[in-house]
């Protein structure tokens, strides 16, 4: 089984911008470019889980899904491929490249990318935040964050997603406006959700959590500075509790930067359906009203 998120890749023709977005604003910490010339960031002492590389179009790349070891991922891929997923193993090169000891790749049913791996390298001791913080990012046993993509079809994509990959239903957000499932695969609330949009794939928001409120706080001090736009401002969610705001990007994700979010126990959690996304707050921006957020594509 996945694990967690592990690591996530994107590409655009303003990559060199997250050179000072990472660190300055969000805290990462810089590290060596990539291969390609790619920004690489870090949020803990795993040596990167967040690149950048470099593109002529904003475009998703890939999200990299962490298992436990060796003997989890072979036996992962044999299901997967006993399922009618095409898995392929990628080559000595990509696995030196993403830190890994080995990954197998495959499509979404719109092309989206996952990447499955074990053994991603760390250095003891070596993250620096890239700007004064009180504390850290929440990763650990919760991996990197989360990623949420829009697709076509809602149904559609939970049979690939839960029923073929198993990430497990943490809960439902409908409303007038959206259409949107959460999944967990470790302790936190959700690893990936889904957000309906008919016609549409597309790769909406990271979310990014502080282990300290103040460091939330001081993103939104920073905001001006970097020229970032608040797109949905300072609230709570009704279903993992988060604190946090929404920010524009340089590669047209948005980045949620969050705090609290909620730690799910699978052995008692039930699935719910919310009417409504935040206790208070997340106000839409007047640019986040007049169109979808994120790197989205018409489907073929
Ligand atoms: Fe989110």
Not at 142 to 167: C, K, T, W
């Amino acid at each position: 089984m996945i694990q967690e998120l592990s690591y996530v890749g994107f590409a655009s023709p303003r990559f060199e911008e997250w050179r000072t977005y990472g660190p300055d604003l969000l805290g990462a910490m810089l590290k060596s470019d990539g291969p390609d010339g790619a920004i690489r960031l870090a949020v803990d002492d795993i040596n990167y889980r967040i690149a950048i590389h470099p593109a002529e179009e904003n475009e998703f790349r890939y999200a990299g899904w962490g298992l436990a070891n060796e003997t989890d991922l072979h036996a992962y891929v044999g299901q997967l491929s006993d399922r009618g997923v095409v898995v392929r193993w990628a080559e000595e090169e990509l696995c030196k490249e993403r830190e890994v000891a080995e990954l197998a790749w495959f499509q979404d049913p719109w092309g989206l990318r996952h990447e499955l791996s074990w053994g991603k390298t760390a250095t003891p001791n070596s993250f620096q935040p890239g700007r004064v913080m009180r504390g850290g990012f929440v990763t650990r046993d919760q991996g990197l964050g989360h990623v949420v993509f829009q697709v076509p079809s809602l149904m559609e994509a939970n049979r690939f997603y839960a029923d073929i990959l198993g990430f497990r239903l943490s809960d439902r957000i409908i409303t007038d406006y959206f259409n949107v499932r959460f999944y967990h695969i470790n302790g936190r609330h959700h690893s990936l959700a889904l957000s309906e949009l008919p016609g549409h794939v597309g790769f909406n928001h990271l979310m990014l959590e502080y282990e300290n409120m103040d460091d939330l706080g001081r993103a939104i001090d920073l905001l001006k500075r970097n020229d970032t736009e608040i797109m949905q401002t300072l609230g709570r969610h009704t279903n993992d509790l988060m604190t946090s705001i929404y920010i524009t990007s340089p590669s047209g994700l948005q980045v949620e930067l969050g705090h609290g979010g909620l730690v799910v126990d699978d052995l008692s959690w039930v699935a719910r359906t919310y009417n409504k996304a935040s206790y208070w707050g997340h106000r839409y921006s007047e640019t986040a009203q007049s169109r979808p957020a994120g790197i989205i594509n018409p489907i073929n």
